[in-house]
């Protein structure tokens, strides 16, 4: 099991920037699935954005397509990311990142909750002028 551990949330104006990171522990997440999701006060929590276990290949929620970036630093870091710019006020959440380290697919993206098994307390965004 991996102890994931999310940072980077805060309160931005519109059209600012965040980086969100995800600090695993445990195990290395270098090969592992990883994703981002959000979760909304009175939503449900949603997809945003995922990498799949090679890296090869990445998959967002069409909400955030162009703005936000998954990556993942496999070096002593053993960290992933979430840049996230252009932010709007529909993008105000709590952030989770999540993994799952047995896959059938070494590139494909995982965009269901039930599909990842390890995740963090997640933190809080909040965008406002």
């Known amino acids: 099991q991996v102890q994931l551990v999310e940072s980077g949330g805060g309160l931005v104006q519109p059209g600012g920037s965040l980086r969100l990171s995800c600090a695993a522990s445990g195990r290395t997440i270098s090969r592992a699935a990883m994703g981002w999701f959000r979760q909304a006060p009175g939503k449900e929590r949603e997809f945003v954005a995922g990498l799949s276990w090679s890296g090869s290949s990445t998959g967002y929620a069409d909400s955030v397509k162009d703005r936000f970036t998954i990556s993942r630093d496999n070096d002593a870091k053993n960290t992933l990311y979430l840049q996230m710019n252009s932010l709007k006020p529909e993008d105000t959440a709590v952030y989770y990142c999540?993994?799952?380290?047995?896959?059938?697919?070494?590139?494909?993206?995982?965009?269901?909750?039930?599909?990842?098994?390890?995740w963090g307390q997640g933190t809080q965004v909040t965008v406002s002028s």
């Open positions: 999540a993994a799952r380290s047995q896959v059938y697919s070494t590139s494909y993206v995982h965009r269901e909750r039930y599909e990842y098994h390890d």
